[in-house]
């Protein structure tokens, strides 16, 4: 932090931000003792900002996140985030939440990328600065430290899916006729399986053909946003046949436990003798690329299967070289 005086005679005090970029910031001053009392108070203000920031352990925030965690996360991202908090304890050791620094995250990186893989120093990066960004909100830091760590890169992989092959031969094997419709509904929709099992017939209007994915009490989407999804023939019957085949009123389409399902679907992928990495988030991957097959664009995969961001989408384009070719060839002929 230094004090310099420009051109038009105004002193600026420079600093380094909480990003690490360096700032200025006008002290209004053209005498230097004027600009050097500026400095004090500026200093002054500083240090009663730090001085309101709560002292916490490492250890004690973990249990106070984990606590959060489990009010507003699924089971699944309650397990990431524990595992990540104790991996970074049992490598760091514990210690006062603001006196983690940088070296110590990048230390942890290193020794996770040795013992287990890039994705999974990746996959605890993420979960580790989402809380510690719940830190900074909570005021007991004054800057996330993992902003400054680069987050570790992983080669592109491109998702395994289903062909209409290798979905029909599944369809076959699938004795039960509950579970096949919701393998049904999954591939044709590319509903995440928490949307899935969280749809009620409420969310169905059979008369336009769409379905709702919307953020209710016991649940909510992963981007935070509801959307409507128009819903494909199959879809459509499917689930019609389904409402008048039901003997009582249920408000969920699927009455299915998570566990319950990605087990079953792994257990019909072995019967059926296909990939042993297919998983039931891999009927998600099925429905963006049996889209991008057909030649929809990456923008409305997007929208469809309500990613975040484009770049997620980005994974199906090598699917749509064909569909590029006769558009390139369409524009030029």
């Known amino acids: 932090m230094f004090l310099s005086r420009r051109l038009n005679g105004v002193y600026y005090l420079w600093f380094v931000d909480e990003g690490g970029r360096k700032r200025k910031v006008s002290t209004g001053c053209k005498m230097k003792a ?3 009392k500026f400095l004090k108070s500026y200093n002054q203000a500083e240090a009663e900002r730090r001085a309101k920031l709560k002292t916490i352990s490492l250890n004690e925030f973990m249990q106070e996140f984990l606590n959060y965690s ?4 699924t089971l699944k991202t309650q397990a990431c985030f524990k595992n990540a908090f104790r991996e970074f304890i049992r490598i760091i050791s514990d210690k006062q939440l603001n006196q983690i620094s940088i070296k110590d995250i990048e230390s942890f990186l290193s020794q996770k990328k040795l013992e287990a ?3 999974t120093a990746r996959k605890y990066f993420i979960s580790l600065s989402s809380a510690f960004e719940r830190a900074r909100l909570w005021n007991y830091l004054e800057v996330n430290p993992f902003r400054k760590v680069e987050k570790p890169k992983t080669p592109e992989l491109i998702p395994l899916f289903l062909t209409k092959q290798d ?6 094997a699938i004795v039960e006729n509950d579970f096949r419709e919701l393998v049904i509904i999954a591939a044709y929709t590319g509903l995440r399986l928490g949307e899935l099992l969280s749809l009620e017939w409420s969310d169905i209007d059979f008369k336009k053909r769409v379905l709702q994915v919307r953020n209710k009490e016991t649940f909510t989407t992963k981007s935070g946003r509801n959307r409507l999804l128009p819903m494909a023939e199959v879809v459509y019957h499917t689930l019609m046949q389904r409402k008048e085949s039901l003997t009582s009123e249920h408000s969920l389409i699927f009455n299915s436990k998570p566990q319950y399902v990605t087990k079953k679907f792994k257990r019909y992928v072995r019967a059926s003798g296909l990939n042993e990495r297919l998983h039931f988030h891999s009927l998600r991957h099925t429905f963006c690329s049996w889209l991008a097959e057909a030649g929809v664009s990456l923008y409305a995969i997007s929208k469809l299967a ?3 961001q484009t770049k997620t989408t980005e994974i199906y384009a090598h699917l749509q070289s064909d569909s590029m070719h006769g558009l390139v060839n369409d524009a030029f002929n």
């Open 306 to 308: 309500g990613h975040s």
């Open 70 to 73: 489990s009010g507003v996360h």
């Open 117 to 119: 893989s890039e994705w």
């Open 167 to 172: 979905f029909n031969l599944l369809l076959t």
């Open 34 to 36: 004027d600009a050097f």
